[in-house]
């Protein structure tokens, strides 16, 4: 079992930057690709952005190329992802997911935990 807890996000302003945290219990989490998610009202949730076990790869989606960085401290259980030159389009929920395996998946299927969510949202 893994459980995740995501925190940081927020209200901040276009252009800004906001730090998203999450934190795992379990002892695989080491073992374990990470991913963070999104949903935008009305909208599916999409891949940002994901991270092998040993951060040896990342992926990102193509619109947040350059713009966010995800990271992970596997000594603390945890995941990161700093958000630079936020947008208004980035306002969504973001959600932390350990993956099945190893390796860096990028569908919602390669996934098998969640975190509950932060909400950012980014004005114009």
């Known amino acids: 079992q893994v459980q995740l807890v995501e925190s940081g996000g927020g209200l901040v302003q276009a252009g800004g930057s906001l730090r998203l945290s999450c934190a795992a219990s379990?002892?695989?989490?080491?073992?374990?690709?990470m991913g963070w998610f999104r949903q935008a009202p009305g909208k599916e949730r999409e891949v940002v952005a994901a991270?092998?076990?040993?951060?040896?790869?990342?992926y990102y989606a193509d619109s947040v190329k350059g713009r966010f960085t995800i990271s992970r401290d596997n000594a603390k259980n945890t995941v990161y992802l700093q958000m630079n030159s936020l947008k208004p389009e980035d306002t969504a929920v973001y959600y932390c997911?350990?993956?099945?395996?190893?390796?860096?998946?990028?569908?919602?299927?390669?996934?098998?935990?969640w975190g509950q969510g932060t909400q950012v949202t980014v004005s114009s």
């Open positions: 379990g002892r695989t989490f080491s073992s374990r690709s």
């Open positions: 997911a350990a993956a099945r395996y190893r390796w860096i998946g990028s569908r919602q299927s390669d996934y098998d935990y």
């Open positions: 991270i092998s076990w040993s951060a040896g790869s990342t």
